[in-house]
């Protein structure tokens, strides 16, 4: 992959600020020109000016952390607290009926909700916390295909699905790790240069992009071939982003 080591972001020009009803968790590109906006009781579609259009799930016993839409079938991560548990589970289905298909579910003391699943053309990469395994589906017929094991990783949170490869942030450990899109335990490489790293996007070009927050609030721009840190640019703080092609 030939990346241009000069390559720089366009500015980003500020449109328009909506504020939502709840806390908002996590927002996503349609390609009909919608948005998916996450908040804590349910997943709404607004359109280009981020006016409300369609509520697609909605329940207060739920506690709702990411969504994506991918071939269009939605992948939706939702937490329930009963009794002192935490019970923390995957939905994959149509837009009609979006929890028609488990992916997985996993029982806990604490919710971890907020490690976003990745979606691509082709696979779900879905993170089980309680044994650090990062499990990989088709996205075409939901096939359960292969898991990757994080032994590396401390405490895995975002996820990011290319071409050839996945990636995964060790918010604890501090560090990104690259690996193969196959049933392998070895990175392809690891950055340990990242505080508290959190979402992940790639740009057209291929350069990874990484957000960080708390101690250090910043979006890394990371060489995709090698590892190595490119750029640095400071912010108020940031959680996970996406990347929109034009």
Wanted: charge should be negative; hydrophobic fraction near 35%; proline fraction near 4%.
């Amino acid at each position: 992959m030939n990346i241009n080591l000069e390559f720089k972001p366009s500015t980003l020009e500020h449109i328009q600020t909506k504020r939502t009803s709840e806390r908002c968790y996590a927002v996503n590109w349609v390609e009909d020109k919608q948005v998916l906006c996450v908040t804590r009781s349910g997943v709404d579609l607004m359109d280009i000016g981020l006016e409300f259009t369609n509520k697609i799930m909605a329940d207060d016993t739920l506690d709702f952390w990411s969504a994506n839409i991918v071939e269009r079938k939605l992948v939706t991560k939702v937490s329930q607290h009963y009794e002192g548990n935490y019970t923390t589970t995957t939905y994959f289905g149509s837009l009609v009926k979006p929890t028609e298909m488990v992916l997985h579910r996993e029982d806990g003391e604490e919710s971890n909700g907020v490690r976003h699943p990745a979606k691509s053309k082709h696979y779900i990469a879905d993170i089980q916390s309680n044994n650090k395994t990062l499990k990989i589906f088709s996205s075409t017929n939901e096939e359960h295909l292969f898991d990757i094991q994080l032994k590396e990783i401390e405490y895995p949170f975002g996820t990011l699905i290319t071409d050839d490869a996945v990636l995964v942030s060790d918010l604890i450990g501090n560090k990104l790790c690259k690996y193969e899109l196959s049933p392998s335990e070895d990175p392809i490489w690891t950055n340990d240069e990242l505080i508290h790293p959190r979402g992940i996007a790639v740009d057209e070009s291929g350069l990874i992009y990484i957000a960080s927050q708390l101690e250090s609030p910043a979006v890394h721009i990371i060489c995709p071939d090698t590892g190595k840190l490119i750029n640095k640019s400071h912010l108020q703080g940031c959680a996970c982003f996406q990347w929109f092609f034009p």
